[in-house]
């Protein structure tokens, strides 16, 4: 039997693939699709108000951003030119338009959680031990807990909580915050959930709350300040820098500045210090600094560096004493001998150092009642009123005409006086100790007075011991008389363990609540439906529903889904546009959208949106152009194909073959494909073919026999469809199961003789620019088997430099190839063949460059290798066995993976 032969021309005109899509009924809700192939697809739904012109213009919008299209539109037109981007190169395998049914589901308001009412209940720190009670309003009035103890338990305030008249069981939920102070967090949900309420707590019971504090309202000594005497003597060659120590803390300076007021103001309680200081100059250098003042604070001075110090602190601050203390600033100037008068009474004349004798001179001044302090040679002097005369507010002193000022005034002898301050308790008891006698008995917060505590602490006393109380229960004062009077008392005790009331708990609001909202949905049924069913899914699809059901009963089909359940939707609208409200249990919350499944709808706007292809893309590149092959028409199954003479590459269509699914009249490729109709093909599984049949009945499908292709269509995801007939332009085959195994469509040639002439490439390059090209390599087309010996390859017969690049996939097929003669370099072999048929196929290589495995997404398997001449270049492959004759085959794997070229006995 003589072989068809099927040749090469390559001489198909360049033809621009060009389009044209045509909007033919505005339809309100259609779906207006357009599809490249599943690369990319464009659709718009039609408006309320649209017309074919306003559809046409959004998708002339839409297909313009589709790679790879260029769009010519004219506003006010309802159709569309589309054209591929340069003669020859398609905008994709297939374009097609549809109209599915234009049913489609919106969410016309969104559900939302309600946020539950929080609220944190701190009580007070240092309770420890007591009652307290939460309040709730829930908007009609307070309603109170019977009373947790101070430590109560998270989950026994909740069960009292969830026991108020307006609640139930489940609306709160009380966890323990924090420890301290002890903080509960209420959560207020179930019934209340998004509801706002009211909280307060009354902590009246607590005890530990209240403060009772003591202080000294007054000294027996008053309020005497400190009166301190300082003389400070430097040796001339000195450092002048020292160190000034008060209540611990050391100040640098210099000594000049211990004879200034105001450096001493700087660090004392300001205004309050009455000062005089000077300094005497000695022969030789060294210098004497003086000074003296007094201050209402309680210090402590001392001085340290080069300095010899005398330090007298002459009165105590708040001491029992508290004298007047007068002094003479001379500092301005001397007024020579002058008289003392002091009191009513005048002595003789005398000098400024001799005032302390003038005044015992003095009849009304007694031996031991003054006491006279110098300075040196600096012009100050002070007189300190003791003993008889101390204790005292004394006449200030003349000398001559000059009055004395005071340093300390002087005050008399005072009683101590406690001060007792109780804060916050509204209740319990409390006793008082004074120091060294018994504990009181018991005083009431809330029943007992001032003469109550006068009566408790009077019946604690000794014979000729008295004190006076006054002021209120919760701030009195106690005057120490009797024989207790003008001592030192130490301070009164108290024990505030017993009452009751005090700080009040801090309640703060946590989480403010919002309420839920009902999610609304809408589910429009395409406004074209004439008959069919439909059916809402929400997890699981519900029973079909036909296209102009009644609402009650649309309602009661979704209910009946296990994810929506009787109660919780409410249905309205029309049965054209249905509103769903979801309510009950799937109130407040956000849901999931209802979808619709609407393949069983019959509508008649499906003819709104064609498309019709003026022109397909064409060129002297492209396997399935008819016109680059001797018969004008594509390889068909059966024939051989002849590659000869100067014809040019053979980039495009290259997809002959392909793994496959049976659907109805659809056998889906697993990838984009390049058949066109009249091509004629053969079926191949792994196991069995599906069933099949026609309006003429039973179709048995046979591995053997040729079918023709009828029509093609592409999916969503852009693999190409086929529909196959026994007859050219016959009915379409159906097919009624699916098959076992793996199957495939395809081209199955005698096989390809090409003739060193043709020096061309078929498939394109591993790399572009440095980087690997994503799209067709390899030529995919099956092989049926070689008959006797031979070959259904031949690679490079006769004259010429053979192919300059040739890629092809045979699949499965039994390959029995001699490769005789090819360009190229070892980087990347002129021939690569991809294989799967480790128990038949074989490779001869003769000469030329021919490499097998190298491409990293496939590890091809076949029975033999042998390499008599050239190079044969062996990646990631599999072989029975492998014979190289004058070392012609080579591995391009590295020493480290070279086991992955495996060699089989």
């Known amino acids: 039997m003589s072989l068809i032969v099927n040749q090469w021309r390559g001489n198909s005109p360049s033809v621009r693939h060009t389009a044209t899509v045509t909007v033919n009924d505005a339809v309100f809700g259609a779906l207006y699709k357009v599809d490249f192939d599943g690369v990319a697809s464009v659709e718009t739904r039609g408006q309320d108000g649209d017309t074919t012109a306003t559809i046409a213009s959004r998708l002339a919008d839409l297909l313009a951003g589709v790679a790879g299209v260029t769009v010519d539109y004219t506003a006010g037109q309802s159709s569309i030119e589309i054209m591929g981007p340069a003669d020859g190169v398609p905008m994709a395998s297939n374009i097609t ?117 003591v202080s000294r309202a007054q000294s027996v000594g008053g309020d005497a300040p400190a009166v301190w005497k300082i003389r400070l003597h430097q040796d001339s060659s000195a450092s002048t820098l020292i160190n000034v120590h008060m209540n611990g803390v050391a100040y640098a300076t210099q000594i000049a500045n211990v004879v200034s007021q105001s450096w001493w103001d700087e660090r004392l309680p300001a205004n309050t210090v009455s000062f005089a200081g000077g300094q005497e100059l000695h022969s030789g250098g060294s210098m ?54 002091w009191n009513g009474h005048t002595s003789g004349g005398g000098s400024m150092s001799q005032i302390a004798s003038l005044l015992l001179s003095l009849p009304n001044i007694n031996t ?62 409390f006793p008082l100790q004074v120091s060294g006698k018994a504990e009181t008995t018991d005083i009431d917060f809330a029943s007992d007075d001032i003469d109550d505590i006068q009566a408790a602490i009077d019946a604690t006393l000794s014979a000729g011991e008295t004190v006076t109380v006054t002021g209120t229960i919760s701030s009195f004062q106690i005057e120490y008389g009797g024989d207790l009077a003008e001592t030192t008392i130490p301070l009164i005790a108290i024990d505030g363990s017993g009452l009751t009331g005090g700080q009040d708990a801090i309640i703060s609001e946590a989480v403010t609540p919002v309420a839920g909202i009902n999610e609304i949905q809408a589910v429009n049924i395409d406004p074209t439906a004439t008959g069919g069913t439909y059916s809402l899914v929400n997890g699981q699809p519900s029973i079909d529903i036909p296209y102009n059901d009644s609402l009650p009963n649309i309602e009661a089909a979704y209910e009946d889904l296990p994810d929506i359940g009787a109660g919780n939707v409410f249905f309205d609208g029309t049965p054209r546009r249905l509103l769903i409200e979801y309510i009950g249990a799937l ?22 949106l064609t498309v019709s292809v003026e022109s397909l893309a064409g060129s002297a590149n492209h396997w399935n152009s008819p016109q680059n092959w001797s018969l004008d028409h594509v390889p068909r199954s059966g024939e051989l194909v002849v590659l000869k003479g100067p014809a040019g590459d053979i980039l495009h269509g290259l997809v002959q073959a392909a793994e496959c699914t049976f659907s109805g009249t659809d056998i889906v490729l697993n990838q984009p ?53 026994e007859t050219d332009n016959g009915e379409p085959v159906e097919f009624t199961n699916a098959g076992t195994g793996t199957h495939r469509i395809g081209v199955r040639l005698a096989g390809i003789r090409q003739f060193a002439s043709y020096a061309g490439a078929i498939g394109f390059p591993q790399f572009i620019d440095g980087a690997w090209y994503p799209g067709q390599r390899y030529l995919q087309i099956d092989l049926e088997a070689p008959s006797s010996n031979d070959p259904n390859i031949e690679l490079g017969i006769g004259d010429g430099s053979g192919l300059s690049r040739g890629y092809f996939d045979f699949g499965t097929s039994h390959v029995d190839a001699r490769v005789l003669k090819s360009q190229g370099s070892g980087d990347e072999p002129a021939i690569n063949v ?32 042998i390499g008599f001449a050239g190079r044969s270049i ?32």
Do not use: C
């Open 874 to 905: 062996v990646g990631n492959a599999n072989f029975s066995r492998i014979e190289s004759y004058n070392n012609s085959v080579e591995s391009a794997i590295s020493q480290a993976s070279s086991n992955i070229v495996q060699v089989r006995a």
């Open 97 to 213: 338009a549809s109209n599915p049914a234009g049913s489609f589901t919106e969410r016309i308001r969104p559900g939302k959680l309600a946020i539950d009412q929080e609220f944190l209940i701190a009580l007070p720190e240092d309770t420890t031990g007591g009652t307290f009670t939460v309040s709730v309003d829930f908007g009609s009035g307070w309603e109170e807990t019977t009373g947790q103890a101070y430590n109560e338990t998270a989950e026994n305030l909740e069960s009292d909580l969830d026991a108020l008249t307006s609640a139930s069981g489940g609306d709160f939920s009380v966890t323990l915050e924090a420890t301290e102070p002890r903080t509960y967090r209420v959560k207020v949900g179930g019934s209340w959930a998004g509801k706002s309420v009211a909280i307060k707590a009354d902590t009246s019971g607590l005890t530990g709350l209240s403060t009772a504090a």
């Open 587 to 608: 109130a407040g919350r956000p849901v999931d959208l209802v979808k619709i499944n609407q393949d069983s709808l019959i509508v008649s706007g499906q003819s709104a």
């Open 673 to 725: 494909g390049d058949f066109i109709d009249g091509q004629v093909v053969r079926l191949s599984t792994s196991d069995t073919l599906p069933t099949a049949q026609d309006s003429g009945g039973a179709v048995v499908l046979d591995g053997s026999a040729d079918y023709y292709v009828v029509a093609i269509g592409v999916t969503d995801s852009g693999n190409q469809t086929i529909k196959i007939s």
């Open 288 to 341: 004497t600094s003086h000074a003296v003042f007094s201050v209402p604070a309680d210090v402590s001075i001392s001085f340290s560096g080069p300095v010899s110090a005398q330090v007298d602190e002459l009165q105590a601050y708040q001491g029992e004493s508290h004298d007047s203390f007068q002094m003479f600033d001379f500092t301005a100037g001397t007024t020579g001998t002058q008289t003392v008068t």
């Open 834 to 865: 991809l294989n799967d048929n480790i128990d038949e196929s074989e490779v001869v290589v003769i000469g030329g460059v021919f490499g097998v495995g190298n491409d990293p997404a496939r590890t091809p398997s076949m029975r033999r290798l």
């Open 368 to 429: 031991g009642e003054i006491q006279g302090f110098t300075f040196g040679s600096v012009p100050i002097y002070v007189v300190q009123f003791q003993n008889g005369l101390g204790g005292a507010l004394q006449p200030l002193i003349q000398f001559g005409t000059t009055d004395a000022e005071y340093l300390s005034e002087g005050a008399g002898p005072v009683n101590d006086i406690h001060a007792v301050t109780i804060l916050g308790a509204t209740g319990g008891t």
